[in-house]
Structure formats: structure tokens, C-alpha cells
């Protein structure tokens, strides 16, 4: 884009969130762009300046930008960028439209949100309803999306990764999923830019779905991130803050640098004295002034947060998800830990996530069981909170056939520090420190494709051998692993990919996911299946 003179930017409302997470405006005013404008808003015409228009390649985005030249032309000419590959109907339909008035048109491969430097988005929430409300009749075109945008994601890292999955016995949305990228993959790759077929590299990529782990999403974690973003209310990285009497906002984003130092540690360490560690090494400058300010009340807000409810909380939450106390012990009656949480007057919300942990721990409980709790937590017309996790393949109550549904055989984390109130590790970590050191089972993740040399080679077995394993080191400098999560990803799971990556060095990992949850927002995208559910019914 660097080349063209126009002044005028044309986005539409996904691309203007991706322009927003990786530059800012006066990266845009350097290039000569001046005027940056919604393509779905009325505008102005300005006929005797050229437009750069980046959107999706959507009917909706096409029809937009052909009103733009039909019956006149608002501008004097279109330099037409798509996120992705664009449809031969659409692109037909725009050539047959307003041809004359477009100099470039070029798939650019970036149809997804780069959130942080090991972080990327899909930005669609709505993909959630869309996959998991049962007989939803979008499902099947989700996924083809979905697919679509991890495409862009490897062709922006210049990936052609072998694939899996995780195989689940309830639903095979990944297994899906892994198929549309794979093929997806191949044709995109079949004829690079100089006419060459692309061989794989050294990158593997792992499709899992969010009922590998219910856990870590309803589990109060106590990393800066993950609880600020749980326990305060923050929208599009914007926090509130008061200072000198006055309301003021801050962004939690990878410009700030202090952020990006505090986010994966735990509560703990920074009120104890991380965060004035890090700041007494900062140069005094008015930025990083700001930034302290900021840290200094966030980390008081979490800390009021923690003292007040959370505390009380953890110890119940943490022996139900571990399935032990902090000394060892094995917990024999999860009710009895459950107890004291449903008796204290929690809020309604700590009170689910407190019951979810509960049954998830018994992989599932009695219908008569189930009633009584939902009447203690006083969601009688609200069930949808607990019962709805069915839909994701999450068991709920408890069936004489469970041996379908198998619970994770956990890495041994005995001798890692780690606080009382944080002995619960995602078991995201597990498959990714298992992916790279080459241990994941073929039964339980098969191959969609044939993975570089790197990730299987002579070491690769059969379902019926035993995996081995391999050195990290074994992975030549460079490899590559991507980890998509559909349904969602967490905080606490972002901040595996830096761990893993951090510990391995000869492997960088990746994680993404359709959208970020958050306990809260989780619980109301399962929540409004029901709802959606019995639209659905009604329309029928």
C-alpha cells in the first residue's frame, strides 16, 4: 500500500480492528493516508481523490463498495485489498459493476485479528452459537470461515504445517475443522506466487475443542491478565482507572511495556513487591509515569477483588479442579468441599462456576443430585448455565455408559512451585509440552496430514506402538507450533504458549482461537443456547 498516493482509508468493521491491533494512525498518516472511513456509513464524495479500500471479500463488504461507484463514483479510483480469497461470484459480480474505476485488486492472506505477539483471534464470538446450538443450520459455513482465516494465518507465517486433532467420541467439530484446513492448506499451496508447489514445513498444527478442558475457563486463575480481565470490567483492552479525582482510561495492550512484564505473573508476586521491582528498573519518563499510576490501582482493584470473595473461593475451587488439597490429599467427598461455598453468600455467577467444578470432578452427576443444586444456587429458571455444557460434549449427568467420555491422564507437576491457591495447570499446557517433545498418542490425536519430519519422521509410530517421545532439541531451531482452540481460549491458556515457548526455545508456540472468553462471558454463551436453541424450535 506503501506505494500508492491516495489519502483516504475504507474499512470495514473487522479490518478496522485488525488495522487497530498492530499500527496506529500515525503509521497510517505516515504512508499519506489522512482520512480513515467506515465502508458501511455514508460518506462524502470526494471525487478527485484515489480510495484504498481493505475489507472482507463478504456480499455484504461487495455491495458496499459497488454503491461507491454506482450511478457515480464517490472517488476517482479503487485500490481494492481483501483480507482473503475472494469468491468468483463476488469478484465477478464487482468486475461486471464498476471495473473501469479499480486500478489494483489483490488477496493480501490476514483474516485475522494478531491480538499479541503469540496470540491471534478470529474475532467471532458469534461462531460460538453457531457451532454448539444443536441442529444449528449455520454450523457447516462457520466452519468453512473459521478454516479460511487459519489459512491466512499460516500463509502470513509462511507455514504449511501438518495437521491433527483431538479425536472426541461425542462430537467431531475439530475432526471437521481439521479437514477444511487441510484441504484448504493444499489448494492454497498447490501454486505459490512463482508457479511452485509449497512442501510442508517445519510446523505442526493441533485443532482442539473447548471441551478438552472445561476447567481452566471457570477456575478463578490469579495471573495479572487472566484476573483482571476476569474480575474487572474491561472492554476492547480499556480500563478505568481514577486519578487525582478524575476518571481515566488505559489500554492494556503490548505498547504498554510494564504490561507485558506483569501479565503472566501471579497476584501474589507483584503485590508482594514484583510490580515495584520492575518499576524502580523503568527511566522516569512521563509515559512510564502513566504506566505505573495504571498498575499501581489495577493491582490494588485485584488485590480489593481477591481479599473480599475471591480468597474464600480458591482453596474449594482449586481442591475440586486438582481432586486434591494442597497438602496431597485425595478429595473423597468433592460435596463436602462444594459446601461451604454454596452456604457463604457468594454471588450467584461464583456460585455456578463453583457447582460446574463440582460436577465436572465426577465426570457427571444424578439427575436428583443436579436438581437439588440448581435450587440452592436459586437457578430453577436458569438452568441452561449448567445443563447446556452438554452440548459442547461436556457430561453433565452422569449415564451408565461414561466409559465414552475418558478423563485426561494429567502430566506429573509434583515438583513445580506453585501457590496453594494456584496448584491447577490448563491442560492445554500438557498437550503442548506432550506435542513438543513428540508424546502425543495417535489414537487420541490422529494425523488429518502427514507432519514434516520434525514432528514424526523415523520417530513416527502406529496407534498400537508406544510413543516414545523426543528431546525439544530434536526439533530443529525455528519449528513451529500452532495451537487453535475452537469455542474459545482463556487467558490462562495464552499464557501457556509463552511458558512452552519460553522453556523449549527451539519451538515457538502459537495459540488462537475463534474469540477470548472470559468465566463470565462463557457461561452466557452457554447460557443463551438454550435460548437460541428454542428459537431455533419455534421457527420450525
Not at 520492575?278 to 519518563?285: E, Q, S
Not at 507432519?451 to 526439533?475: I, T
Request: proline fraction near 4%; aromatic fraction near 8%.
Amino acid at each position: 500500500m506503501s506505494n500508492l498516493f491516495s489519502q483516504i482509508l475504507i474499512l470495514d468493521h473487522f479490518t478496522t480492528r485488525l488495522l487497530s491491533s498492530c499500527c496506529k494512525m500515525s503509521d497510517l498518516m505516515s504512508e499519506g493516508i489522512t482520512i480513515v472511513e467506515d465502508l458501511h456509513k455514508n460518506r462524502e464524495p470526494v471525487p478527485e481523490m484515489k480510495a484504498i479500500y481493505f475489507m472482507r471479500p463478504t456480499a455484504m463488504c461487495i455491495d458496499a463498495f459497488i454503491n461507491d461507484f454506482n450511478p457515480k463514483p464517490k472517488y476517482k479510483a479503487a485500490y481494492v485489498f481483501f483480507t482473503d480469497y475472494c469468491p468468483d461470484e463476488l469478484f465477478d459480480k464487482m468486475k461486471k459493476s464498476c471495473a473501469k474505476h479499480i486500478k489494483v485488486c489483490k488477496e493480501i492472506n490476514i483474516s485475522f485479528l494478531p491480538l499479541e505477539a503469540q496470540v491471534f483471534s478470529c474475532d467471532n464470538a458469534e461462531a460460538f452459537k453457531s457451532i454448539y446450538t444443536p441442529n444449528s443450520q449455520d454450523r457447516d459455513q462457520t466452519l468453512e470461515t473459521i478454516a479460511d482465516q487459519i489459512v491466512t494465518l499460516c500463509a502470513t507465517l509462511d507455514e504449511y504445517p501438518g495437521v491433527r486433532f483431538k479425536k472426541d467420541p461425542n462430537l467431531n467439530y475439530g475432526k471437521k475443522l481439521a479437514e477444511l484446513v487441510d484441504n484448504k492448506l493444499a489448494r492454497h499451496y498447490e501454486l505459490d506466487d512463482n508457479s511452485k508447489k509449497k512442501g510442508k514445513t517445519q510446523a505442526q498444527l493441533l485443532i482442539v475443542d473447548r471441551a478438552l478442558d472445561p476447567v481452566s475457563p471457570i477456575l478463578h486463575e490469579l495471573t495479572y491478565q487472566a484476573m483482571a480481565f476476569d474480575l474487572i470490567s474491561i472492554k476492547d483492552n480499556a480500563y478505568e482507572y481514577d486519578a487525582d479525582g478524575s476518571k481515566k482510561e488505559a489500554l492494556l495492550t503490548e505498547e504498554d511495556e510494564l504490561w507485558v512484564k506483569l501479565r503472566h505473573m501471579h497476584i501474589a508476586e507483584i503485590s508482594i513487591g514484583g510490580l515495584s521491582q520492575l518499576m524502580k528498573k523503568m527511566p522516569a519518563f512521563r509515559k512510564q509515569l502513566t504506566q505505573k499510576n495504571v498498575h499501581l490501582s489495577l493491582a490494588e482493584d485485584l488485590m480489593s477483588h481477591y481479599q473480599k470473595n475471591v480468597e474464600k473461593l480458591c482453596k474449594a475451587e482449586q481442591d475440586l479442579a486438582v481432586g486434591a488439597d494442597a497438602e496431597g490429599q485425595k478429595v473423597k467427598d468433592p460435596m463436602r468441599t462444594l459446601l461451604p461455598v454454596l452456604l457463604h453468600p457468594h454471588d450467584t455467577t461464583d456460585k455456578i462456576r463453583a457447582v460446574l467444578l463440582y460436577i465436572f470432578s465426577l465426570n457427571g452427576t444424578t439427575a436428583e443430585n443436579l436438581n437439588k443444586l440448581i435450587q440452592h444456587v436459586k437457578i430453577e429458571y436458569e438452568r441452561g448455565y449448567i445443563l447446556n455444557w452438554e452440548h459442547l460434549g461436556v457430561p453433565i449427568l452422569s449415564t451408565p455408559s461414561m466409559f465414552s467420555f475418558r478423563k485426561q491422564s494429567r502430566r506429573d507437576r509434583s515438583d513445580e512451585e506453585t501457590f496453594k491457591v494456584s496448584r491447577w495447570t490448563p491442560i492445554i499446557k500438557d498437550v503442548m509440552e506432550d506435542a513438543v517433545e513428540n508424546k502425543l498418542e495417535v489414537k487420541d490425536w490422529p494425523y488429518q496430514s502427514e507432519c514434516p519430519s520434525a514432528w514424526n519422521g523415523s520417530r513416527a509410530v502406529s496407534a498400537r506402538q508406544k510413543h516414545k517421545g523426543s528431546s525439544p532439541d530434536d526439533l530443529r531451531s525455528g519449528s513451529r507450533l500452532v495451537l487453535f482452540v475452537l469455542g474459545g481460549v482463556t487467558y490462562s491458556e495464552m499464557r501457556c504458549a509463552y511458558e512452552v515457548t519460553h522453556a523449549n526455545k527451539s519451538c515457538e508456540v502459537i495459540i488462537g482461537s475463534t474469540h477470548i472468553l472470559t468465566p463470565r462471558s462463557l457461561l452466557e454463551d452457554i447460557y443463551k443456547l438454550e435460548i437460541h436453541l428454542k428459537i431455533v424450535i419455534i421457527k420450525k
